[in-house]
């Protein structure tokens, strides 16, 4: 084969697994939310684009075998295929295909309510947390359980490309949860924070200095471009 028709096959080989990637990563405009498998929806609730994961290692020392890590997954939960994902991966978990039928059409109705709820004037921001160390993990509940919105607005924004929001709500992490909410007025000035042609709409926060991790400045960025349903910018 000369080179001139390598190169085309070679074209056409790498533009059908582009199609196939993006086809894969779509499968939330492909498939009915009571089709999507539980590795769907992790995919969608962490790497997709409504869900991004911002991770920092502390290195291994002569006392430690084993770098400290962190990690910080920030989910739009103002985003109705979102809020389908947390729904859907709630009902393939054994506990609620062990409910009754009553049980299950109280949880229905719940989790129907929760998926109709629009967020119209605000941007929520779900940001579930982790670390390789149990007690690493509890240490940090513990640190953003102390937080509070006066003191996150200083320290957390919501950015796009014509400047950053502070946040209006904060929902701190409950007993044995590693997770909290931020929620962001959707405009700046009376025009909307981010547009689909921006380059980025970024997530900003500290995480708290704890252990052998010290403060560090969390940014998580979304891509404006990615984040389209129906020819419609969805934040």
């Given at each position: 084969m000369s080179g001139g028709k390598t190169r085309r096959a070679m074209s056409v080989a790498m533009a059908g697994l582009l199609?196939?990637?993006?086809?894969?990563?779509?499968?939330?405009t492909e498939k009915k939310?009571?089709?999507?498998?539980k590795k769907d929806c992790?995919?969608?609730l962490s790497d997709s684009p409504w869900a991004k994961t911002w991770e920092r290692s502390a290195g291994a020392s002569a006392s430690r075998a084993t770098p400290v890590r962190a990690t910080y997954v920030a989910q739009l939960w103002s985003v109705r295929t979102v809020r389908q994902a947390i729904v859907r991966i709630a009902q393939l978990?054994?506990?609620?295909?062990?409910?009754?039928?009553?049980q299950k059409k109280?949880?229905?109705?719940?989790?129907?309510?929760?998926i109709d709820?629009?967020?119209?004037?605000?941007?929520?921001?779900?940001v579930v947390f982790a670390t390789n160390s149990s007690?690493?993990?509890?240490d940090l509940r513990v640190e953003w359980q102390k937080l509070s919105l006066e003191v996150l607005k200083a320290s957390a924004s919501l950015e796009g490309p014509t400047g950053k929001v502070a946040p209006v709500g904060y929902t701190k992490?409950?007993?044995?949860?590693?997770?909290?909410?931020?929620?962001?007025?959707?405009?700046?000035?009376?025009?909307?924070?981010?547009?689909?042609?921006?380059?980025?709409?970024?997530?900003?926060f500290v995480h708290p200095a704890k252990g052998i991790l010290t403060e560090q400045h969390v940014v998580i960025e979304f891509s404006p471009k990615e984040m389209l349903l129906n020819g419609k910018l969805t934040y």
């Open positions: 199609l196939a990637i993006t086809a894969q990563a779509q499968f939330w939310p009571e089709q999507w498998s992790q995919k969608l978990d054994p506990f609620y295909r062990a409910l009754s039928p009553e109280a949880q229905d109705a719940e989790a129907e309510r929760f709820t629009e967020a119209r004037d605000t941007v929520v921001v779900q007690a690493g993990e509890r992490p409950a007993v044995e949860q590693r997770e909290f909410q931020l929620v962001f007025p959707r405009t700046l000035n009376g025009k909307p924070i981010v547009t689909e042609s921006d380059a980025f709409l970024r997530v900003e």
